[in-house]
């Protein structure tokens, strides 16, 4: 029988899911190895063939390692919490619940369709109650710690508690908010519970704190940066503005030097790893207070200066205004009322902007000026102080001082405005004239004349150390991630508010359970759409009303797959200390400074308060390049008036007439050639459509941009799966390219691949598709042929190169053809090693070749024997006059004299000689020889 890959699939398919092939055991003699997948929102608009590249490589590596005899985990789940199910059901009213299980039913049958060995036991879903129990468990463990920066580590409160109680806040060196209290033991056992809880929550790892968000009015809640463009939301394009909101924070600024120095530790691309050491953005600088000049309307103000953080502090004498945020909290007070208008209108352009446009608009230059000072703590100088939205309110102070001469975008702020730029050469000589009022008080840069960087620096730092305006300080560009979101869909923050102040809820009443609804909107006051739900309260007080925030289930959820049904436990501790952590993670470089960064946090976290005993959650991580689409273009003719008509012309005519390019479905395209039946059908304003064709056909034009629907050229990797089969889809993408680089998707290619595992299949049968293998003993070149694609295979696998391997798999099977070669001690070899690629084909011949029941997985990868590579024959090519007419092979051992005797006496050169006998034969060992007749 031909090569029926429907059936054979759906056969494999069905025995791998009823016999749970792939189940893998927490307890065996086996070594083990986690390979795990970045698992994906399930959307309404399923997979295209750009999805399952990672998903393919992780799976072929997955089969290769239960080949070499390792016990391996290779899960799959869902991130099921979401934006876009919610706003499907704000439109259509259905529960975001009941779209996201018909998304997960045709994600599910998509990647069973595709041949991946899940262990499917294992699935998890973030929106599970039975999963979001133990992230609501960890956000407790969270606001139950703090960090102590001596221990270098996370501890129970309950120990700074008894720290207070002891000793007061002295001898306390913790990562903490900035105004935290002085207190004795007995001032602190004064204090009342509430005053006690409000001072606990300046040092718990998750806290509230009032924050600068993006708020989406239309969407109705906060978006994290990645979620914001151009001041609009990436889902729907509605209006973002920056606004200050009471938000749940997480200390990850608490952990940035370990999570620095663990990029040392881990196998990840290095442009990630740097992604990562940049948004960190370890400063090591100076902290310097600027005494605020108290005029009238300053006269009210708690505060005496303003706060800057700076990597180059030996230039403050060339200071000459000061920057703060927009946000920052002093603006309104520091605003004159001859200021007031400006500022406000330019805090409401601000708004519109997010963080991220912020930071990455260099050349705009705008700001505003209070009307206020601030006196160079130095040299006494004025300098005045400006708003403008390159300071970010939660980097560093939110303020900075600005030395034209050494920064661009000072300077270029400083041209705008007509402020005063001091020569960087004179930064270290500039003479201030002293104030006799205030002699003795303020010097001049003397003193650090003629010394280098580090000597100024720590020189200007010891003076301002010694007036009691700065210090030496590292910074982090890192800050506090915001841990919520107004909306539904999402996990429950199992806290209610008693005084105002946030409280626990007791452990045994997790899972804190989404409520129902009437409306998935923000309420008529403006709270989050949980503020809808009727009954639903704490005993002692309201529960907190936002949701967490979308990275909360995806920062732990490789560990629930290491004992994925525990109801005591996130993971027991047996399975965590088995499993460790993930040895193989494949997805996107997308996530580098979300997901990835989070989940790293989180692992650290765990390791502190020991649940878990691995410091990072992935020892290597690839990031698998884009597949981009293939688009296909009609081109419409226009009119003398200038409109669209609907005639089309074929590509290789446009030159010759007035056209305006459209996109059109890649499915009615085959080879560049529109089906022009197809295309009339696609659209009711085509149906009448005409086309001046070129060679009787009409040929698109190409383009390649990202797969998208808007472009019509998603390709459903149903549809190839159906025409070509699962095995053809997995080498095809695997043969594209490098895994981590980004390629154009061509479904032309996909032929090829397809003829080839028809071939393969021909190795087995005879002419008439009978099953024909012998067990005759394999010819050298037979042995060669194998033995050279066992280890290329095993060497690609290794490194991760699986596009060489197809090619390399599709010059064995071209070899053995032409030997003719249908011997088992070949074929059953061949079969192993194609496995990790093309699953279903390789399981019905492994079983085709007689072995017991069961799976070819649970074979043994084939051993590499480097003798059957040594070269010990030479097919010498045989000339006549010149002109070569056959080879003949002879052992590398012979001498001229016995190689010139089996050549004459072969029968085809016997042929060709025709009874002549040779004038002269000329031996060249090891290269050729000829015969002069």
């Known amino acids: ?514 409520p129902e609804i009437d409306k998935y909107l923000p309420t008529e006051s403006g709270e989050p759409p949980l503020g809808r739900a009727t009954g639903w309260k704490h005993e002692h007080g309201e529960y907190e009303l936002s949701t967490m925030p979308g990275w909360a289930g995806s920062s732990w959820y490789w560990y629930r797959y290491m004992d994925a049904h525990n109801n005591k436990e996130f993971a027991s501790r047996e399975a965590i200390e088995y499993w460790k952590d993930v040895d193989l993670y494949i997805g996107g470089s997308e996530h580098a400074t979300g997901h990835l960064l989070y989940s790293r946090f989180w692992n650290k976290f765990l390791k502190d308060i020991g649940k878990v005993v691995e410091e990072e959650p992935f020892k290597k991580l690839i990031n698998q390049g884009m597949i981009q689409g293939r688009s296909n273009f009609v081109y419409r003719l226009i009119d003398d008036e200038g409109k669209g008509t609907n005639t089309f012309v074929s590509h290789g005519l446009i030159k010759e007439y007035k056209t305006s390019p459209l996109h059109v479905d890649v499915n009615i395209v085959e080879n560049e050639v529109l089906n022009l039946n197809k295309f009339k059908a696609w659209r009711p304003e085509f149906a009448e459509a005409e086309f001046i064709l070129e060679n009787g056909k009409y040929i698109c034009g190409v383009e390649i941009e990202k797969m998208s629907k808007r472009y019509y050229n998603v390709v459903n990797p149903d549809d190839l799966a159906q025409r070509y089969g699962a095995d053809t889809l997995r080498m095809y993408e695997m043969f594209l390219g490098p895994l981590e680089q980004s390629k154009p998707w061509n479904t032309n290619g996909i032929e090829g691949v397809f003829k080839f595992l028809r071939k393969f299949w021909k190795l087995f049968h005879d002419a008439d598709f009978n099953f024909n293998v012998s067990n005759d003993a394999p010819t050298k070149a037979e042995l060669k042929s194998l033995h050279k694609i066992i280890q290329k295979v095993e060497q690609d696998i290794e490194r991760f190169s699986f596009n060489t391997s197809v090619s390399s798999f599709m010059i064995a099977v071209n070899e053995l053809t032409d030997l003719k070669c249908n011997k088992r001690a070949i074929l059953q070899e061949l079969v192993i090693t194609l496995a990790p690629y093309a699953p279903h084909i390789s399981e019905e011949l492994w079983v085709l070749l007689g072995n017991p029941a069961g799976s070819i997985s649970t074979a043994a990868y084939p051993k590499f024997n480097p003798a059957y590579l040594v070269e010990d024959e030479f097919s010498y090519p045989v000339s006549f006059n010149g002109k070569m007419k056959t080879n003949v092979s002879l052992s590398l051992t012979m001498e001229a004299a016995d190689i010139e005797a089996a050549i004459l006496a072969n029968a085809d050169v016997q042929k060709y000689l025709d009874g002549k006998t040779p004038k002269k034969v000329i031996v060249v060992k090891g290269r050729i020889v000829n015969i002069v007749i």
Request: aromatic fraction near 12%; proline fraction near 5%.
């Open 1 to 514: 029988m031909d090569y029926q890959f429907k059936d054979i699939e759906q056969k494999w398919q069905q025995f791998w899911a009823d016999n749970k092939t792939f189940k893998a055991e927490n307890t065996t003699s086996k070594p083990k190895y986690y390979v795990l997948d970045m698992f994906p929102y399930p959307s309404g608009a399923g997979l295209h063939v750009g999805h399952p590249l990672g998903y393919i490589a992780s799976d072929i590596f997955a089969r290769y390692k239960r080949l070499k005899g390792f016990n391996v985990l290779h899960p799959m789940g869902y991130d099921s919490f979401g934006l876009p199910a919610e706003q499907y059901a704000i439109q259509t009213g259905q529960h975001p619940s009941v779209t996201t299980e018909a998304n997960i039913a045709t994600y599910r049958r998509q990647l069973d369709q595709i041949g991946f060995s899940f262990d499917w036991d294992r699935e998890v879903r973030t929106s599970s109650p039975d999963y979001y129990k133990w992230t609501q468990w960890i956000f407790m463990q969270l606001f139950n710690s703090w960090y102590n920066k001596d221990a270098d580590k996370a501890e129970s409160i309950t120990k700074l508690v008894e720290h207070f109680e002891s000793k007061g806040s002295a001898g306390i060196n913790a990562v903490s908010d900035e105004e935290v209290l002085s207190f004795t033991a007995d001032e602190w056992k004064a204090l009342n519970e509430q005053d006690k809880q409000a001072e606990l929550l300046k040092y718990r790892l998750t806290y509230l704190r009032e924050s600068t968000v993006n708020w989406c009015a239309a969407l109705g809640t906060v978006l994290a940066n990645d979620e914001v463009k151009d001041g609009f939301s990436e889902r729907g394009g509605y209006p973002v503005e920056q606004k200050k909101m009471m938000q749940w924070s997480m200390r990850i600024t608490a952990y940035a030097q370990r999570l620095l120095e663990g990029l040392d530790t881990i196998d990840w691309p290095e442009p990630l790893k740097e992604m990562q050491r940049n948004w960190i953005g370890k400063s090591v600088g100076a902290s310097v207070r600027f005494p605020l000049d108290k005029t009238t309307h300053l006269s009210q103000l708690t505060t005496n200066y303003i706060e800057v953080f700076t990597t180059r502090v030996d230039t403050i004498f060339g200071v000459s205004f000061l920057v703060i945020a927009p946000e920052h909290e002093l603006v309104a007070e520091l605003t004159t009322p001859a200021q007031k208008a400006d500022i406000d209108a330019y805090i409401t352009q601000t708004k519109k902007k997010s963080e991220l446009d912020r930071m990455a608009d260099t050349k705009t230059v705008s700001g505003a000026f209070t009307g206020s000072y601030v006196t160079n703590p130095l040299n006494g100088a004025q300098i005045p102080v400006w708003i403008a939205d390159y300071v970010l309110a939660g980097y560093g102070t939110g303020a900075v001082m600005a030395v034209p001469s050494g920064d661009q975008r000072d300077y270029l702020f400083a041209r705008h405005f007509n402020l005063p730029i001091i020569p960087i050469i004179d930064i270290q000589n500039i003479e201030v004239e002293a104030d006799p009022t205030k002699e003795g008080k303020y010097i001049n840069s003397d003193f650090i004349n003629g010394l280098g960087y580090k000597e100024a620096t720590a020189a200007v730092v010891a003076k301002l150390e010694e007036l009691g305006l700065g210090k030496a300080k590292v910074n982090f560009r890192m800050r506090d991630a915001i841990f919520g979101r107004q909306r539904y869909w999402g996990e429950p923050v199992p806290v209610y508010f008693k005084g105002g102040l946030p409280y626990l809820i007791e452990e045994e009443h997790l899972p804190l359970l989404l």
